[in-house]
């Protein structure tokens, strides 16, 4: 099911992973039980939330981990010659089964600081997988929540199809991206590739190209169509044509005939008969106004002569705003010349062309007309922060909890295993998150939590909690997935329930939103700054 | 060896690919002869320069496509009921093989509205490889263009190593970066499976949490290490320790041993006994200059006494250009402390954390002692602009030309099959490229040619030219590959040579570089203005 199996191997990893490993062999510290969080420390795209993506790709990793004899042969000539025979031999022996992942439902909003996954297992085994964890996570949780932004800003009602095959970074970069910014939000694709894969609805019309190739109807091979309903056969490019200038005259466009392309006609009407139901035509190869809508109305009327109904037109260029609007005030008009053209009313506008969360923000405030936005390069490549920067640090080690100190503070890591709740006020809506000690009684509803800034000593707060969803559960233990996976479209489902039922406006909004609160137990707020101090070293004055 | 075959197949596409193809297979255009170029129309990065790449990617795709019957049945569900069988009989048929293949030699500097390929055939099989053949090229073509940027910006002599994966794009957009990035210029990469499938030299060390796994030397199980000549074995981490007191009584680096880590201590002379020889140091988990120096330069020394000689170390974090100073002057002193440490002076000093071009020329005006760079993140994806822009156009059908119009002048093709050349001035390097009709005369070192610029008329110069290169050479025909593919090594020396040899450092110069010149012949100027008159349509004043 994947796409991507044959690639999500043990050596898609850094080298640093395999020398660490034989170093923890060679000192046998390889088998010490350790935990590792995976979390990020920056929302993406000046935001305040992030859709967790990636896990079941985890989860496969982990499943089908073994280490094959040309890979041990290759590792082998990458060590230094002098590396002990024993340790390509427990290189071999290695696979997933020691390994236990806890993880927060994929698809969920998660926040800083907060692990996604804490892997526990055998020091140099949990060593080993961290790129490829990294890279599995990392880019498929970027673009889902690139995509969620996409939705939040152009609202439930509007078609999103995503584009971005051609500017993705090779052929899987195109299939993850089609598959997470589906789960993200988005309707569509028109990836014929993740279609088939994943099982997301494939969308697409026309090319410039393609208009292009007609630049006569001398070029038109075929113009007889078939009724609907019938057995009559006729001439839709004579019919169209009749249309149009019928259309010209009822109309007040202000356009004349030798404005409108004879070829883009052509093409439109090549495209009709091939597919007369639901024709969508692109319509800005020559000029949107004075040539490419007047042809798809033309052809329109005259396919709605032959039983079948257009469903719309794309733009590709230009003002889309303006263009969307005067393309709604035409099919309006035109739905009024006969009762039986009320459905150009309803006519579907999708615009495209480098689109981005601020154009979409932008064309709303000019009250746009567009039905569905098709998004390529800035949805795929994430423009605006092409990386999310996911890290996976040692938390604990043969029951030591560890400590990354930095200079830095907001690189500190929080030390040791936590257990990681969210915390739900009366209105339904996630107040905050809170991690505690693995040690620590579960919280309970309806009794005040002292919950603390994990860095900044007076900023502490009670909170009284409706509800508490624990975040995590065990998805793998003893070779085997343990929790029941979802389907893509469960995922999906869950991604816009854990953002829009869950998650104030005020934190979702796109202009400085309201930081959500990611915070520490009493107990365990003491237990990092023990630790911390534990670790600094102590320097000197003269 | 590709290690992305499994999904460049014929479906990993859009799905206006397969609309448009039924519809000319409707029209029964389908098999008409066509000719499209692929170009960008502007260079990335606010460059003047751009390296082609990807193109053995492209030819193996068309190389094996065929249509599984699992794709075709996918087909037969995303298109209309009544899509008639006879074109399902018609997309198993497709081959590459009438295809024609001309393009610019893979890793040549290439530049805007110049073909990097041009794709000549059957129309809708040409149409039907669009995104694939965009998906591989654009971007291969980026992330070679950026190495080639750091390249430029580094110099020759510094180590470039590419650590993007865990930033990547997922699995295959990680091997894809390493591999176009050692083509573009960089000396090695972190991912093992490029090393194992493209022959890539792989490099890495220790992480963080490798440091971190030791909190105190009590965590060192194995402190043993043989002398590299005779079968004396010692305690490396006793004679680490005593090498350090030593160390912090010789020099005047003003650090106490309270400052410095033990556990940081620990965790290098496990990794060195692990890795005695090359021994290699991240040494920022605690403090550079306090800790981490005093600890790589006590176990060196320790080393030393063993018979092996350190390689050096590694700064991911901090002032690097400070840092890289500092650790430079404090190994120039150790190597002065004894004459057999003289060695010292030569120390690898590795820098990473977020480096990017700009980073590099800044680093290098403050003149820093950095001997590599690890880049991950803002190489891989390229953060500056993440996207190429490649486009696929029609040029040409049944030998009738095609013009894509647009208002925005930079957005017109250039009409008509091409010949394409490179025009060398005396000095030897590059004066412009020049497109001319398919059917004008070669044409001719040491003689007067007119250059024009496209599209402004007054633009023109005459050049004498002390050689000429022809860009396009066929590289599929007929079915078969036919011209011998170069190696990855091959490629990677032609993009230095191209660039440096080739390309004048002013056009390769990171602040206003100068714009290459591409023009056109008086022949295909004419050509090119006689059908865009034509195919504009004629607006009407009152």
Redesign the interface.
């Known amino acids: 099911m994947n796409?991507?199996d044959?690639?999500?191997?043990p050596?898609?990893?850094?080298?640093?992973?395999?020398?660490?490993c034989?170093?923890?062999?060679?000192?046998?510290?390889h088998k010490e039980p350790?935990v590792?969080d995976v979390f990020f420390r920056k929302n993406p795209f000046h935001g305040e939330f992030t859709v967790f993506a990636g896990l079941e790709d985890c989860l496969r990793f982990v499943e089908n981990f073994k280490f094959s004899q040309?890979?041990i042969e290759?590792?082998k000539k990458?060590l230094?010659e002098n590396a002990e025979p024993e340790f390509f031999e427990y290189l071999e022996s290695l696979d997933g089964n020691d390994l236990t992942i806890e993880a927060v439902k994929e698809g969920s909003v998660v926040f800083p600081k907060v692990p996604l996954l804490t892997i526990s297992g055998p020091?140099a085994m949990c060593?080993l997988i961290?790129?490829?964890i990294?890279?599995?996570v990392?880019?498929?949780s970027l673009?889902a929540t690139n995509a969620a932004r996409f939705r939040q800003a152009s609202g439930p009602d509007i078609q999103l199809l995503e584009?971005g095959?051609?500017?993705?970074?090779?052929?899987?970069?195109?299939?993850?991206?089609s598959k997470y910014c589906y789960i993200g939000g988005f309707n569509g694709t028109?990836?014929?590739?993740a279609?088939?894969l994943y099982g997301i609805p494939?969308?697409?019309?026309?090319?410039?190209?393609?208009i292009?190739?007609f630049?006569t109807p001398a070029?038109?091979?075929?113009r007889s169509l078939k009724h609907k309903d019938s057995d009559t056969v006729g001439d839709l490019f004579e019919d169209s044509l009749e249309k149009r200038s019928w259309l010209l005259n009822q109309s007040k466009w202000g356009v004349?005939e030798?404005?409108?392309?004879d070829?883009e006609l052509a093409a439109f009407v090549?495209?009709a008969?091939?597919?007369p139901?639901?024709f969508l035509a692109l319509i800005d190869?020559?000029?949107v106004l004075?040539?490419g809508v007047v042809n798809f109305v033309a052809v329109s009327l005259a396919l709605h002569d032959f039983g079948y109904r257009s469903m719309g037109c794309r733009i590709d260029?230009?003002d889309l705003s303006y263009l969307s609007k005067e393309l709604r005030s035409r099919f309006k008009a035109v739905s009024t010349l006969k009762p039986e053209y009320a459905f150009f009313e309803k006519m579907t506008i999708v615009a495209s062309n480098d689109i981005n969360e601020e154009t979409i923000m932008s064309l709303n405030e000019q009250k746009h007309s567009i039905d569905a936005f098709g998004v390529g390069?800035h949805l795929?490549?994430?423009?605006k922060q092409?990386?999310?920067?996911?890290v996976?640090?040692?938390v604990a080690?043969s029951d030591?909890p560890?400590?990354?100190?930095?200079?830095?503070v907001s690189k500190i890591t929080i030390p040791g295993k936590k257990k990681c709740y969210r915390i739900f006020g009366k209105n339904g809506f996630a107040i905050l998150d809170l991690m505690m000690l693995d040690s620590e009684p579960e919280p309970q509803p309806n009794q005040q939590i002292l919950c603390r800034h994990p860095f900044e000593e007076s900023k502490r707060a009670l909170v009284n909690a409706s509800k508490i969803v624990r975040l995590h559960e065990v998805y793998w233990s003893q070779g085997k997935i343990t929790t029941p996976l979802p389907t893509l479209n469960d995922i999906k489902l869950h991604v816009n329930k854990s953002i829009t039922e869950a998650l104030r406006q005020d934190h979702r909004r796109y202009l400085n939103p309201t930081p959500y609160k990611v915070s520490v137990s009493e107990a365990l707020y003491k237990f990092l700054h023990e630790l911390w101090l534990q670790?600094a070293?102590?320097?000197?004055l003269e």
Request: glycine share 10%; with cysteine.
């Open positions: 796409g991507q044959s690639l999500v191997q050596l898609l990893t850094d080298f640093y992973q395999i020398t660490m034989y170093a923890y062999w060679k000192t046998g510290t350790a590792f040309s890979d290759y590792v990458i230094p020091l060593q961290e790129t490829s990294l890279n599995l990392n880019y498929a673009v584009f095959l051609r500017r993705a970074q090779g052929p899987n970069g195109g299939l993850t991206a028109s990836n014929v590739l279609g088939k494939v969308k697409g019309t026309q090319a410039h190209s393609f292009c190739s630049s070029e038109l091979r075929t004349v030798t404005e409108v392309s070829g090549a495209y008969i091939a597919f139901e639901g190869t020559y000029d004075r040539s260029s230009g390069t795929v490549t994430c423009q092409p990386a999310l920067g996911c996976y640090k040692l080690q030591r560890k400590i990354k100190l930095s200079q830095d670790n070293p102590i320097g000197q």
